[in-house]
């Protein structure tokens, strides 16, 4: 079975601070892991993913990744926070490499002070 | 071109009343997941449907069915509506079911 952990509801960083959302993954088979964003009335956007090509995942927007099997983790990483940035944060799982079926955590909203 | 499309955007229910959600996807996509998501929570998966088969269901009561058109768009349809059932429903279309989900802005659920 396949499930997702996001520590932290929420998250509050000031604007041109480190952003870091923590997510650990739990897979009995080697998984496919997704960052996507949410932002107020839309729908998800897929940020970024990992397909087990290389460890350290770029994205959009600055943001990156980096999965670390021995921690069973894949924490979102971005060196310099935007106003722009606030939103809602979700870990996915997945069984396949480009998507399909998610298993979403329960999201980590991030607010960005001025 | 458009993305994928959902109707209506919002929704205002009764207990024990039925709903019938839609969701029309990119051009091309023969795929359509469903995904409920509950206000602080992340989306939960419903059903996927390829080429107007059921493809997958996640833990959802019978009370909740789909179905998908030959022109691939797709419809949700709850019964028996219940408080609980309150949620952000969101749609997703892909090329094929493994593929990459493009998800649309979803329709808000109340249920009074």
């Known amino acids: 079975a396949q499930s997702v952990t996001q520590l932290g509801s929420h998250v509050s960083v000031s604007e041109g601070a480190l952003v870091l959302l923590r997510c650990n993954y739990s897979?009995?088979?080697?998984?496919?892991l997704f960052w996507y964003v949410q932002y107020p009335n839309q729908g998800l956007q897929l940020l970024l993913k990992?397909?087990?090509?290389?460890?350290l995942v770029k994205g959009i927007n600055g943001f990156e990744a980096e999965f670390k099997k021995s921690e069973t983790s894949f924490h979102l990483t971005k060196p310099s926070a935007h106003m722009s940035d606030a939103a809602e944060y979700f870990c996915?799982?997945?069984?396949?490499?480009?998507?399909?079926?998610?298993?979403f955590g329960q999201g980590t909203e991030l607010s960005v002070k001025p | 071109d458009a993305g994928v499309t959902q109707s209506p955007t919002h929704l205002i229910k009764t207990r024990g009343q039925h709903v019938t959600l839609r969701c029309s996807p990119i051009?091309?996509?023969?795929?359509v997941s469903w995904y409920q998501q509950v206000l602080g929570q992340g989306p939960q998966f419903i059903f996927q449907?390829?080429?107007?088969?059921?493809?997958g269901r996640g833990n959802f009561p019978d009370r909740f069915s789909a179905r998908q058109f030959p022109n691939y768009s797709s419809e949700l349809n709850v019964n028996a509506l219940l408080l609980g059932d309150s949620a952000l429903y969101l749609c997703?279309?892909?090329?094929?079911?493994?593929?990459?989900?493009?998800f649309g802005s979803g329709t808000q659920l109340s249920v009074l």
């Open positions: 997703a279309s892909s090329l094929v079911p493994e593929e990459k989900l493009f």
């Open positions: 897979s009995s088979v080697p998984p496919y």
């Open positions: 990992y397909t087990s090509a290389a460890t």
């Open positions: 996915a799982v997945s069984l396949y490499n480009q998507g399909g079926k998610l298993i």
């Open positions: 051009s091309g996509h023969k795929s």
């Open positions: 449907y390829y080429e107007k088969e059921e493809r």
